[in-house]
């Protein structure tokens, strides 16, 4: 037996085993070796020759890449750059396929003219069973290349219902998170962005579900699932979600709700966000014609959502029913503007598809406060056939333009055609409107029909009588235009003004078209006077045209307009003409302007050659200019180019004598090319004063050049020099101040977008001036920049002028500054100084020995030192500057000092300053404190007219238009300064002499003025009622505006001058513009009384005969002192400086007196005894300071030598 098992296991081992491990060999040396790859791919391509493989490496299921694998026929193609294949042998045991990777790279897929490239595709597959799952796919970079589109030939629209059937899928299909990123469309080089993709899917027997939709687009991002059955009428249920993403509608949201089947969908829509909305559909895409039924609402809104120009539209809706056939709709709409009136739409129509047809049965438009009915009827066919009928009633203009008061009815009928070749017909079967506006009776009537026909290319135009009418003024066109043109045109406007609002003037045309319509012929006549409109004027106008066509096709053409006393935007016309005649061969005109401004005048005549090209000369030319006339000295050849658009000009010189413009050679002027060189020569500076200030003058000669060019494809080139061997520039002041040069050179250049300019100069014979900038590339956001500026021996001799002969100024400015960085942030090194100066003279508001101002620069920022000596004491500056946020620079500066001198035309103060002074865009600001120790201050006169500006005053600007206040100063300035009176303080004015002393706090704020604090006189006098009156108390106190001060001042009359010991004086209290005034005396007497003793210092009943006298001196001295100004200017007119009219003396011996000043150093006096008629005269001239000889001519003569000192 045992024989025998072992001969049947040796024959299962070489008749079955051995067999099943040769298979089992064979299969993992085809499955899992390169050789078995190699085979199979060599079998691929002997049955499929299309499919080709250049490179593989790994096994079939061992992992494989293959690499440029191709395949193609006739209409379709498939390229891949590679191929990664990787499954996992492990889920076999689990009688699962697994393919753990599968990655496809730059891969191309050709279907016809359409191409869908990607740049990846990576995914992961499980399969066991009748089950599939496909898992985290990514597709990335899909570009759809599709074929331009084709016209189709146009074809009736009809609906045939998707036939449902029950359907049960094989299998399971998983798709677990599926992505699509940067895939786009691109059509006739058109690129379109597709937005990224990600969802899930579940289908599974007759459900298919969609889970999680998500998509990103720069416009929007949306949300979706949904769920459909596959069987019966395919039940579904779907919502959506979108939020869009751009300005103006960010944040706004759409949710559509999707319920129902296929044979009763209904959709529920919602808008919510910037904008309100809803919405509810119903559709039965199972039926034929489509049923449905559509209505929408939207709540009121504005677009633009934003700005004062918006457009405001009210709540409405929109509604539609029915089907393909037919389909019903209704609108409601309203819509308002600040430039229009509101409306208000109501319509309903149809519109039938298989007839393209579209009839708005009934419309309303509710507008000022009226309303306008109409019916219309639409055909869309291959011939747009229109036909419309409207009806106005009761509409009020007025309601909107209130100018345009009145109301207007009328009726309307149109119809009309449109065909694809560009043939229509339009024809107004009926125009009647009538009413009235603006108080005068309106009526607007007649017929009008027109047509163009193609290929002919002819033109109709028919029209019985087409009236407008308006009270008197009247425009009327009838007549025909076919084969023979009779159409005529009347305007006769006795009064614009009564049409139209704002408007003047006379306007009559006639207007005749006649001829064939090959050869048509008009001529038209209009004339026009008093025209007015919106600050524009224009007393005649006259035009006379002749238009005829000739039997060559050109245009012959007479125009001749005349226009006179006219003012357009301010530019003033006393006489314009203007001429043209011939025709498109050989043609003229002239031109002649007369004005306030400049005269100009020119003739040209040229020629037009094919229509594309004209040929002219310029000749007989003036223009006028603020600095003088410019005479054409030759005449200029003209030359334009309707393609490529470009004008030629000849090389020319203007001349204004001695100076000449020219334009040294030919010039072309394009949108693209420009080449031109200008120069200019021997220009008289002084020419150029009526365009300079009016207390400036130029004078000297400029000679200048600009070379420009600019081609296709490259930088404009610019070139500029300009020099000048001598000049000034003159202030006229007395005496005049000026600043001359020799020598001026500037130099610029632009070339490769990078400019450099250069200055060089010789100031004031001695001083040196050397600039240079370069800006490295000018059509960058930085714009680099280096440059620098040296400045030397510039003294400040020029200013001489400004003090008088026995004064001196002196000090030398120099500079050394080199800039770089760019130029929204330059940055500066070196130094500005101003040294050695000294100022002395009695002009002078203060002596300086010796001075110096340092300003060194670092970068953005800057350093100030200044040291000022005087004769009394010392200034410092400090300061400092900042621009490194050149929007928001600081500058600080801080001032110091001992007790200065300075003399003012009121007399002198010794003033000690402490204050700090910051400035940036926003403001100016004032801090500190300001000392005045002593004083010596006598005031004579007040400014002349020293009338402050009323609070309704307004000020213009040179434009005629009022000036805002804040324009009035271009930084605000705030200020809080307190200013010390010291105990020397002396006050001499009007006739009050006293001490003052106090604290005043100063303070500006939004160009507002204030002081607060007190001012006390002490020891003080003040002339009154002819009497030197001791101040007994005195106190002003501030607290507000400067001029508004409260007075609080008693002055009695001289106790050692008084009998029986009574005290009499004047009390001033109350504020300084309306102060209450009142005689006081002590004991309390009646006023009469108190009068006389403030008088003559006795009572009335006084024995003494010399009351009536002193109390006549009081009244003559009153009205002497409210004269003097008066006097003053009688002086000034016959020469005599400071006269005035004054008393002196007292008692008796009183006197008035005149006195005046001939020259600066003789004075002349004459008075007069007021009760006894002795005159006497005097003389007295200034040898020197404080040094006078003085001689007397009257009852006594006498010759004095006077010496004038004063002491504290």
């Known amino acids: 037996m045992k024989p025998a098992v072992h001969k049947t296991l040796k024959w299962l081992n070489w008749t079955l085993i051995l067999p099943l491990l040769v298979v089992v060999l064979l299969l993992a040396i085809l499955l899992y070796t390169p050789a078995g790859l190699k085979l199979g791919l060599w079998l691929s391509h002997k049955y499929v020759p299309q499919l080709s493989v250049a490179g593989h490496n790994g096994s079939l ?198 319920s129902g089947s296929l ?257 048509p012929q008009l001529t038209a006549t209009i004339a026009a006077s008093d025209l007015r409109y919106a600050g524009n004027s224009l007393q005649q106008l006259a035009l006379d045209l002749q238009l005829q066509v000739q039997q060559n096709q050109q245009l012959q053409a007479t125009l001749d307009l005349t226009a006179s006393d006219g003012s357009l935007q301010g530019f003033q016309i006393d006489k314009f003409s203007l001429t043209l005649s011939g025709n498109e061969a050989q043609h003229q005109l002239e031109l002649a302007l007369q004005s306030t401004r400049s005269d100009i005048s020119f003739a040209v005549n040229g020629q037009l050659t094919d229509r594309k090209r004209w040929q002219g000369q310029l000749s007989d030319a003036t223009v006028g200019s603020p600095i003088g006339p410019w005479q054409l000295q030759d005449v200029i050849d003209l030359g334009y180019a309707h393609q490529p658009q470009q004008l030629n000009i000849s090389q020319h010189c203007w001349r204004n004598d001695p100076g000449s413009l020219c334009l040294t050679d030919n010039a072309s002027l394009s949108a693209e090319n420009l080449a031109a060189t200008v120069e200019l020569q021997q220009l008289n500076l002084a020419s150029l004063n009526a365009l300079m200030p009016l207390a400036v003058n130029l004078s000297g000669e400029l000679n200048a050049s600009v070379s420009a060019n600019w081609q296709p494809g490259q930088r404009p080139r610019l070139d500029l020099s300009v020099q000048s061997n001598h000049g000034a520039l003159t202030e006229r002041s007395s005496p005049p101040i000026s600043l001359s040069w020799q020598q001026l050179t500037l130099s610029s250049q632009l070339a490769n977008d990078q400019l450099t300019t250069s200055v060089q100069a010789t100031l004031n014979e001695q001083a040196g001036l050397t600039a240079r900038l370069n800006i490295a590339d000018i059509s960058s956001n930085n714009r680099p920049l280096s440059g620098s500026l040296q400045l030397t021996d510039f003294t400040l001799e020029f200013l001489q002028p400004l003090l008088d002969e026995y004064s001196e100024l002196a000090g030398v400015i120099s500079a050394d500054i080199a800039a770089e960085g760019t130029v929204q942030n330059p940055l500066l090194s070196g130094q500005l100084a101003l040294n050695k100066l000294r100022v002395k003279g009695k002009l002078a508001p203060t002596d300086i020995n010796n001075g110096s101002l340092r300003v060194a620069f670092k970068g953005a920022q800057a350093d100030l030192q200044g040291d000022i000596v005087t004769p009394q004491g010392a200034l410092t500056l400090a300061g400092k500057a900042d621009w490194q946020q050149i929007d928001n620079w600081q500058a600080r ?33 004032l ?50 300064i307190r200013l010390q009176l010291g105990d020397k303080v002396q006050l001499d004015a009007f006739g009050l002499e006293t001490l003052l002393r106090g604290n005043l706090q100063v303070r500006q704020q939004q160009g507002k003025q204030t002081i607060n604090g007190e001012v006390r006189l002490v020891d003080g006098t003040f002339r009154s009622y002819g009497q030197d009156l001791l101040i007994r ?57 108190a009068l006389s003793y403030l008088l003559v210092g006795r009572d009335l009943d006084s024995e003494s005969g010399s009351a009536a006298n002193a109390v006549t001196t009081s009244l003559i001295g009153m009205s002497i002192a409210s004269s003097g100004s008066l006097v003053g200017e009688i002086g000034e007119a016959f020469g005599v400086s400071d006269l005035t009219l004054d008393t002196a003396g007292s008692g008796d011996n009183s006197q008035v007196t005149v006195s005046g000043y001939l020259t600066r150093d003789l004075q002349v006096k004459y008075g007069i005894g007021i009760f006894e008629p002795i005159g006497e005269f005097t003389l007295r001239y200034r040898l020197m300071q404080s040094l006078y000889l003085e001689a007397v001519s009257g009852l006594d003569n006498a010759v004095d030598l006077l010496y004038r000192f004063e002491f504290d």
């Open 893 to 925: 500066l801080g001032v110091k000092g001992d007790p200065l001198s300075i003399q003012i035309e009121q007399g002198k103060l010794q003033v000690k300053p402490d204050l700090d002074i910051s400035a940036n865009p926003q403001q100016i600001k």
């Open 927 to 976: 801090t500190g404190s300001i000392a005045i120790p002593s004083a010596q201050l006598s005031i004579d006169e007040l400014p002349q007219n020293a009338v402050g500006l009323s609070g309704d005053t307004v000020i213009l600007n040179a434009e005629g238009k009022p000036v805002k206040e804040q324009q009035a100063m271009a930084t605000p300035i705030t200020a809080d």
């Open 61 to 258: 299921l061992g992992g494989m890449q293959l690499n440029n694998v191709r395949w193609q026929n006739d209409s379709s193609a498939f390229q891949l750059d590679q191929l990664q294949l990787d499954i996992d042998n492990g889920c076999f045991f689990q009688f699962k396929l697994c393919v753990s990777k599968l990655a496809l790279s730059n891969g191309t897929v050709t279907l016809g003219e359409n191409t869908f490239r990607f740049d990846r595709f990576n995914t992961s597959v499980e399969a066991w069973g009748r089950e599939l799952q496909v898992n985290n796919s990514q597709l990335q970079q899909l570009q759809i290349e599709l074929a331009a589109t084709t016209e189709p030939s146009p074809e009736p629209f009809s609906y045939k219902p998707p036939a449902l059937s029950d359907i049960s899928l094989p299998l399971a299909i998983y798709v677990n998170g599926f992505s699509l990123t940067d895939a786009s469309i691109i059509q006739e080089q058109q690129k379109t962005p597709l937005p990224d993709v990600s969802f899930s899917v579940q289908a599974r027997e007759q459900s298919i579900r969609l889970l999680d939709l998500q998509a990103s687009h720069p416009q929007a991002r949306l949300s979706a699932t949904a769920d459909i059955t596959l069987k019966g009428n395919y039940p579904l249920n779907a919502r959506l979600s979108a939020v869009l993403k751009e300005e103006p509608l960010a944040e706004q949201q759409l949710n559509v709700s999707l």
């Open 263 to 519: 044979a009763d969908l209904a959709a529920t829509i919602r808008a919510s966000g910037k904008i309100e909305a809803s919405g509810e559909a119903q559709l039965a895409v199972l039926s034929a014609g489509l049923p449905l039924s559509v209505d929408l609402q939207y709540e009121a809104f504005s677009w633009p959502l934003e700005g004062d120009d918006s457009w405001q539209l009210s709540r409405g809706n929109l509604s539609a029913t029915g089907d393909l056939q037919q389909l019903k709709f209704t609108v409601k709409a309203g819509v308002s503007h600040r430039t229009v009136p509101a409306i208000v739409l109501n319509a309903a129509g149809q519109y039938l598809l298989t007839d393209s047809v579209l009839s708005v049965d009934s419309a309303q438009v509710s507008t000022l406060d009226g309303t306008i009915a109409g019916n219309a009827r639409i055909e869309l066919a291959d011939t747009l056939r229109w036909q419309a009928a409207l009806k106005l009633s009761r509409i009020k203009p007025g309601s909107f333009w209130p100018e345009f008061n009145g109301e207007i009815n009328g009726k309307l009928a149109n119809t009309g055609t449109f065909s694809q070749d560009g043939s229509w017909q339009t024809e107004l079967s009926q125009l009647a409107i009538d009413g009235r506006l603006k108080d005068e009776i309106i009526n607007i009537q007649g017929k009008l029909a027109a047509s163009f026909r193609q290929p002919v290319n002819r033109y109709k135009l028919d029209s019985e009588q087409l009236i407008l009418q308006h009270g008197d003024n009247r425009i009327s066109l009838s007549g025909s235009l076919a084969e023979q043109w009779q159409l005529d045109a009347q305007v006769s406007v006795p009064d614009l003004s009564s049409s139209l609002p704002s408007t003047q003037g006379v306007i009559n045309a006639d207007i005749p078209l006649r001829g064939a319509q090959r050869q």
């Open 1033 to 1089: 108390s005195g106190k002003m106190t501030f607290s507000g505006p400067p001029d508004q001060p409260y007075l609080n001042v008693e002055a009695i009359r001289n106790p050692a001058n008084m009998e029986d010991s009574v005290v009499a004086g004047i009390r001033v209290t109350g504020p300084a513009d309306k102060p209450q005034i009142t005689i006081f005396s002590e004991p309390a007497m009646p006023q009469a009384n």
